[in-house]
Nanobody, 122 residues
Framework: VQLQASGGGLVQAGGSLRLSCAAS????????LAWYRQAPGKQRELVAS???????RYIDSVKGRFTLSRDNAKNMVYLQMNSLKPEDTAVYYCNAVRSALVGGSLRRDEYWGQGTQVTVSS
């Protein structure tokens, strides 16, 4: 499965962007769908994740502003970002993880998109 992220850009503080992640294969079998981000000079951090059970988690700094959603029929994952702040500036990556029992052993496959730049000006 290949992931292609898009939707980044330059936006003023308080604005909105919607990031999209297109998967080349089915996302229905993925156990976790997530968005990460990496700001200059900082480590990559998990922004939002959604498990196959439907549970969605966000880091505290984006709660109430960002929403992760998925469209299995289109094999798409989205990150709606509202009330953007300069500290949200980063490269955003989509991520998918599939875990399955194969021959009695747990096999874990992880997929990454190429990243899309989000820049929020003050």
């Amino acid at each position: 499965v290949q992931l292609q992220a898009s939707g980044g850009g330059l936006v003023q503080a308080g604005g909105s962007l919607r990031l999209s992640c297109a998967a080349s294969g089915s996302i229905a079998s993925m156990n976790v769908l997530a968005w990460y981000r990496q700001a200059p000079g900082k480590q990559r951090e998990l922004v939002a994740s959604r498990s196959s059970s439907g549970s969605t988690r966000y880091i505290d700094s984006v709660k109430g502003r960002f929403t992760l959603s998925r469209d299995n029929a289109k094999n798409m994952v989205y990150l709606q970002m509202n009330s953007l702040k300069p500290e949200d500036t980063a490269v955003y990556y989509c991520n998918a993880v599939r875990s399955a029992l194969v021959g009695g052993s747990l096999r874990r496959d992880e997929y990454w998109g190429q990243g899309t730049q989000v820049t929020v000006s003050s």
